[in-house]
């Protein structure tokens, strides 16, 4: 007799567990698509990062540069001045590209 009821009923499948199968099953595909594409992601991430550190670097290396120059153009451009002082060329020199003649040179006008 039992075996004609869960024939009839069309078996196990049939029965209350198949909604929570299927919503089992779903969760499981959802879970496997999240966590496969947080991998992705965080790839992305690892690059960007190791980009962004290559950027800093290569930045880092022209703030120095930049530095180094203007610290070369200050003492050039004071040293003019130093001449000025003596001498009738680097006087006309100082007056055409030097503003004023403070320790501190403006900026050459643009050409």
């Known amino acids: 007799m039992n075996d004609d009821s ?7 499948l049939a ?3 198949v909604p929570i ?16 594409l947080a991998h ?15 950027a800093i670097t290569r930045q880092t290396t022209a703030v120095n540069q930049a530095h180094q120059l203007e ?9 003019l001045i130093d001449a ?3 001498d009738d060329a680097a006087k006309a020199i100082a007056a055409k590209y ?3 003649n403070s320790a501190t ?6 050409q």
């Open 84 to 86: 000025a002082k003596t």
């Open 40 to 54: 992705s992601q965080s790839g992305q991430l690892a690059s960007q990062h190791d980009a962004m550190e290559n």
């Open 21 to 36: 199968l299927l919503l089992s099953i779903t969760f499981i595909v959802l879970l496997i698509w999240q966590i496969n």
């Open 71 to 79: 610290s070369s153009v200050e003492k050039l451009a004071n040293d």
């Open 105 to 110: 040179p403006a900026a050459s006008p643009a």
């Open 98 to 100: 030097i503003r004023n």
């Open 6 to 12: 869960s024939s009839s009923n069309g078996g196990i």
């Open 15 to 17: 029965g209350p567990l």
